[in-house]
């Protein structure tokens, strides 16, 4: 995957060929998407910092799209934007709090109004796991702390099965789905706190025997995050023993 310093590059130099002093702009979000030959491309939104009227994205290795476009005010909004590229394969790989503070504004003010729900879930998904939260975003400047806290409209669905319990010891998660409409209604799953994937999934007829799997099954990492303690103090006393 090419430096992010180097996409930065290669964007101002986009952004310079097309008489736009990038000094003067603001990086707000950066997107990636893997191509179909396995390449990894970039969009870009820059805002100028005087003037937050003039928004261009530039883009890098996007098949099939404008390498730069000038974006109107009146045209642009999150949900045609950035909601629909996310359901379109794009991930998130930069966004300033400034960004996150007028998106959690917007979803606020229009929560059921937008067409790209799955995307909408896709970003939140990213806040959730990236420790985005309104707390984070407060630490921006005092007018962020009055930033409201949509994180209650963040349902996690995995397989059709939305997330109701999970549990963290360490790098591993343990995850407790519900779904209404299937003959094994609940299901669990090893995944991690950032949700890089979900692994190992077990089914359950019924509430009683899904709280018994899940409990069974936090107790399994629990007990695999002390004997990783365990292990690491024991070393670090044999290493402070043979420094002596």
Known sequence: MVDIIDVIYQCNDILKENNVISIKCDIEEILSKRNDDGTVGYQILAIDKEDDSNMYAVRIDIPRRQKFQELAEWDYNIDDYLFADLEEGFNIVYMSLLQHY???????????????????????HYCKTHNISRDTIALRDHIAMNVPDIMNSYKEVVSHYTII?????????IVLGYNKDSTSKYATWLTSPTRENYNLAKYYPDEYSALQGFKSRSHKILDDYLYKLNNNEWSLKKKEKYER
Do not use: A, R, V
Not at 166 to 172: A, M, N, R, S, V
């Open 102 to 124: 007028g998106i959690w504004t917007m979803i606020d003010e229009n929560i059921n109004e937008f067409d790209h729900s799955e995307g909408l879930n896709k970003y939140l």
């Open 165 to 173: 319990n999970e549990i963290t010891f360490g790098d591993k998660t």
